[in-house]
């Protein structure tokens, strides 16, 4: 399809519970971003993928963040033992190519909330 | 590390005014991109800038790219309230691996 497919649209969590979050990017779309968007605005880069190799996971806190991309799956990102601090919503994009020439496609994202 | 800068962070406009919104990053880049957000809703793209000199227009908003000032604006003409939105720029890491946004401007259109 020609949107990228994040499920589920909301998600409640008590503290220390698992979350796990799913993004179905554009067919043909090799590269994958996830993203977290905090309450004021922030944007904060957290994991992307080519194919199913992490492209750049520089972002990630990963004591308790991990994220897979595997073939004929959505990708996934799953936090263990969530704290109050990981509410957030979390976007994945998609792009075709590496350097995003052709730009990024969002999601409508997955709104956390630990309670 | 990149950064990326937006002001204003708000802006309040009355309908038919002009008005630009400016966003500059730290770091060499000529990928820049700016998107649109209404509340509760994902981004949607606006303008994909690729090269030092690039102008694109949509309607009434109008983007532009100086890579050497590292800068970018995004240009309102006689707003309506329909613009109303927060909008961020977004500047591409070299190795395209990652995007860093500026804070958001929140603009509201007055009637």
């Known amino acids: 399809g020609e949107e990228v497919a994040q499920t589920p649209k909301h998600l409640v969590r008590g503290e220390g519970q698992k979350a796990k979050l799913y993004c179905a990017p554009i067919k043909g779309h090799s590269y994958v971003f996830w993203y977290q968007q905090v309450l004021k605005n922030e944007f904060k880069f957290l994991i992307s993928?080519?194919?199913?190799?992490?492209?750049?996971e520089t972002g990630m806190p990963k004591e308790r963040f991990s994220a897979k991309c595997l073939p004929n799956s959505p990708c996934s990102l799953e936090i263990q033992a969530t704290k109050l601090e990981d509410s957030a919503v979390y976007f994945c994009a998609s792009s075709p190519n590496m350097g995003g020439f052709y730009g990024y496609t969002f999601g409508s994202g997955t709104r956390l909330t630990v309670v | 590390e990149l950064k990326v800068e937006q002001n204003p962070l708000f802006l309040s406009m009355q309908e038919g005014k002009n008005y630009t919104i400016y966003c500059n990053y730290s770091t060499t880049s000529d990928r820049l991109y700016w998107y649109r957000q209404d509340p509760g809703k994902s981004l949607e793209s606006l303008f994909v800038?690729?090269?030092?000199?690039a102008v694109k227009q949509e309607g009434r908003l109008m983007a532009s790219l100086d890579t050497k000032a590292r800068l970018s604006t995004l240009h309102i003409t006689a707003a309506v309230h329909d613009l109303s939105a927060t909008y961020f720029c977004?500047?591409?890491?070299?190795?395209?691996?990652?995007?860093?946004f500026g804070e958001g401007t929140q603009l509201t259109v007055n009637p």
């Open positions: 977004a500047v591409d890491s070299t190795s395209g691996s990652r995007l860093t």
């Open positions: 993928f080519q194919n199913e190799n992490v492209f750049d």
């Open positions: 800038l690729l090269s030092n000199g």
